[in-house]
Every structure is written in C-alpha cells, then in structure tokens.
C-alpha cells in the first residue's frame, strides 16, 4: 500500500483543488475556500507519507509543513528541509490565513467573499505547487498544478 495511499491523497488534494475553482466560479466562496484548505492539507500529507512512511493525523497547515519539515531532515534530506523552513517563514501570514479558512468557511458567522476567496484559492495552490517541486526533487517525479 505504500504507493497507492499517497497517490490517493494526491487525487483527492487536486480534486479537493477542481472543487474549489469551480465553486468559486459560481460565486460558492465558502465551499471554494473549504475545498482549497482541504487540497493543501492533503497534498502535504501524501508527501508527508512518502517521507516518512507513515500516515499524519492532523489538519492545520502549518503543523503540517512543521512535520515535513522534521520528517525531511530525519531522511536526510536537509537541503530541502531548509527550502521549506524559508517558504513557511516567507509565507507565514498566508498559511496562518488558510489554516483557519476551513473552521471559518464552515462555523463563521461571516461569509468569505470574492477576493477573500480567491486569495486564500492561489495560497493554496502555491502551498500545492511547493509540495508538487519538493516531490520532483526527492522522487524525480514532474507534477505541474493545473490551473484554469
């Protein structure tokens, strides 16, 4: 199974990801902000697994990334481990936002709206993009997000 359960947490974070985009194309900003969390969380973890070999409980992003981060080092993989420190330092406001875009779009007592929406979308599209180029480099695996 250790092939297969990454692959099915990869096909779930981009169909995670198509969800959002479509809902916010019909103007569904919570949804769109939901499933766009949903994505980098899954995405994260498939990698975390292939890392580590082992399946992460756990759902804020930045736990998450601090994870991998420790899970790469233990591997060796030090050189990657710090390109991902230097994204979540450089990015730390924008995963702080998304990590509470799920409970927010789900039990706030406020609505996002359209450029909430959107901005929190292509947060974690970079958040996916970044996991997808550390997988290239550790696997020599090519992924490109697709964007529409």
Request: avoid cysteine; proline fraction near 1%; charged fraction near 35%.
């Amino acid at each position: 199974m250790s092939g297969e359960y990454p692959d099915l947490l990869r096909r779930r974070a981009l169909s995670a990801l198509r969800w959002a985009r479509r809902a916010f194309d019909e103007g569904d900003y919570d949804t769109a902000v939901r499933e766009a969390e949903y994505a980098a969380q899954l995405y994260v973890k498939s990698l975390l697994y292939r890392v580590a070999g082992e399946e992460v409980r756990g759902h804020d992003i930045r736990e998450l990334l601090g994870v991998l981060i420790s899970a790469l080092m233990e591997a060796g993989l030090e050189e990657e481990a710090r390109v991902l420190v230097d994204y979540v330092r450089r990015r730390r406001r924008e995963l702080a936002w998304l990590s509470e875009a799920h409970t927010r779009a789900v039990y706030g007592p406020i609505e996002y709206g359209r450029r909430e929406a959107e901005l929190l979308l292509r947060i974690a599209e970079d958040v996916v993009s970044t996991a997808m180029k550390l997988e290239a480099k550790i696997f020599g695996e090519e992924r490109e997000l697709e964007r529409e």
